[in-house]
């Protein structure tokens, strides 16, 4: 990051900085004297972006390991309420993939291919090299075929691109290589290869569960799916059956949501968040349904902790009536 922000003072360009452990990271380095900001050049990030020239612009931002909720998940996906990933936008990806990131750093990396933006990793674009032939391996093979028409076929959609450039640079023209996703249809003949763009096979994963049968996209598997990403946050209101006033404490339980030395603190930011929710809301809507209620609480931690720690876990709120 010093060497980032040196450069950018260098070059007349303001960093701006997103995410609670970037921001934990620069002030740490201050501290110790590791890390010296301009304050003219170095900057939270603000709607205050939009002021300097694109050009201008560097922003570090948590997420290099495509968390869900992080920084740059939510520019990738268009979620984050200052920053849209633009084409043309240059994005680099410094770290490497730590164990079990492998699935969620890959989708970040298709979603950022995707927007037309400029991407470079740690290790360039050489992935799998023990197994795969490297770049100048593919040219070797596409200069002794020379085919008129070229379709990458393995491996994600940013490796495939890769394989896309690696033929262009063998005089491939860009119009005969084609990229394809699962369900898109090639048309050949005698006059030459189309990709449909119109038209797309209606595919779906089959997931097998025990005797169960059914598609990814079902609401079992999404629920699984986000309980496996991004944790699972239970809290246990009591209260009385006739006033539904809070009886006692809350009960909070979660998985995975924190790590051990801060556990603690954000417990009691969860409990105290989550009691607030619950008496704000039935002191504005004394008859409100139990479902509605549930739904508010739900909503209003999701944005809390989403704010507070950048996670989005499954909510569980539960009311039992005494």
């Not at 008496?279 to 409100?288: F, Q």
Request: glycine share 8%.
């Amino acid at each position: 990051m010093g060497q980032i922000i040196e450069s950018a003072e260098k070059t007349g360009r303001t960093v701006f900085l997103n995410g609670r452990g970037i921001m934990e990271n620069v002030n740490l380095g201050q501290e110790l004297g590791l890390l010296r900001c301009n304050p003219n050049s170095t900057k939270l990030l603000t709607s205050k972006i939009d002021s300097l020239p694109e050009n201008n612009q560097i922003i570090l931002t948590t997420g290099s390991q495509g968390e869900e909720g992080s920084g740059l998940y939510r520019m990738a996906h268009g979620d984050h309420p200052i920053v849209k990933i633009q084409p043309g936008d240059t994005i680099i990806l410094s770290s490497t993939s730590t164990s079990g990131n492998e699935r969620s750093l890959a989708d970040i990396m298709n979603v950022l291919i995707q927007s037309d933006a400029t991407l470079f990793t740690k290790d360039g674009m050489t992935i799998d090299k023990d197994k795969h032939a490297s770049g100048e391996e593919q040219k070797i093979l596409l200069n002794l075929i020379r085919p008129r028409n070229f379709m990458p076929v393995h491996g994600e959609l940013f490796m495939r691109v890769a394989h896309k450039k690696t033929a262009m640079a063998v005089n491939i023209l860009d119009k005969n290589i084609f990229l394809a996703n699962n369900g898109s249809i090639l048309d050949i003949d005698q006059k030459g290869v189309v990709l449909k763009q119109s038209f797309k096979l209606l595919l779906d994963e089959i997931i097998v569960d025990g005797y169960s049968i059914g598609v990814a996209t079902s609401h079992v598997i999404e629920a699984r799916a986000q309980m496996m990403k991004a944790w699972v946050v239970t809290v246990v209101f009591k209260a009385d059956e006739k006033t539904g006033m809070l009886l006692g404490h809350l009960k909070l339980e979660t998985r995975g949501l924190v790590y051990l030395d801060e556990v603690r603190e954000v417990h009691k930011m969860i409990i105290k968040r989550a009691r607030a929710s619950y008496e704000d809301t039935l002191k504005d809507i004394p008859d409100i349904e139990e479902k509605d209620l549930i739904k508010i609480i739900r909503r209003d931690l999701e944005t809390f902790l989403l704010h507070k720690i950048e996670r989005n876990p499954m909510i569980i709120p539960m009311i039992i009536s005494i």
